[in-house]
């Protein structure tokens, strides 16, 4: 699948806001080793909404504080990809909810760097990762680890 083909479909979209990644059915174990990849490959601000107190390193036990329910703060993160941020909401433990902002997937070479990052933390996974409408989570392409699938025609 090419590059080409995935501009295509994302273009077509009727929300032009935001575009999701998301990932179903993961576990503590998937969470431990993403979190430890992205800490150890990615400059990274992780931020906790009610202080607004700000880290450079996404934190696990206080993710899985919140999760567990023994807090109501909660996180999100950006994960810096240079000329691209990735939005990282940690709403549950068992969906992935990143998002980035549709007009910056479009700019020169940005596309490449989402499906690349994309790619890679599904190799450390071993997950099957989508590129989303957002809203209607309407799923227009597949990425498994380096396959690439668009999955709406439109």
């Not at 009727?14 to 979190?35: C, P, Q």
């Not at 601000?45 to 807090?71: A, M």
């Not at 909810?97 to 020169?108: A, G, P, R, T």
């Not at 997950?127 to 392409?141: A, C, G, H, Q, S």
Request: glycine share 4%.
């Amino acid at each position: 699948m090419t590059l080409e083909s995935v501009r295509k479909v994302i273009e077509k979209i009727d929300n032009k806001y935001f575009i999701n990644i998301g990932a179903y059915d993961l576990s503590i174990e998937n969470w431990r080793k993403l979190i430890s990849y992205i800490n150890n490959t990615y400059s990274v601000v992780f931020k906790e909404y009610v202080s607004n107190q700000e880290y450079e390193k996404i934190n696990y036990d206080l993710l899985l504080h919140f999760w567990n329910g023994n807090t109501e703060n909660g996180y999100m993160s950006v994960i810096d990809l240079e000329t691209i941020k990735v939005n990282c909401y940690f709403n549950g433990i068992n969906d992935l909810d990143f998002d980035v902002i549709y007009e910056d997937v479009l700019n020169d070479g940005n596309l490449k760097k989402v499906i690349d990052f994309v790619s890679s933390i599904s190799d450390v996974i071993d997950k099957p990762f989508y590129l989303e409408e957002d809203i209607t989570e309407n799923r227009l392409v597949e990425i498994y680890k380096s396959k690439i699938l668009v999955l709406e025609a439109m």
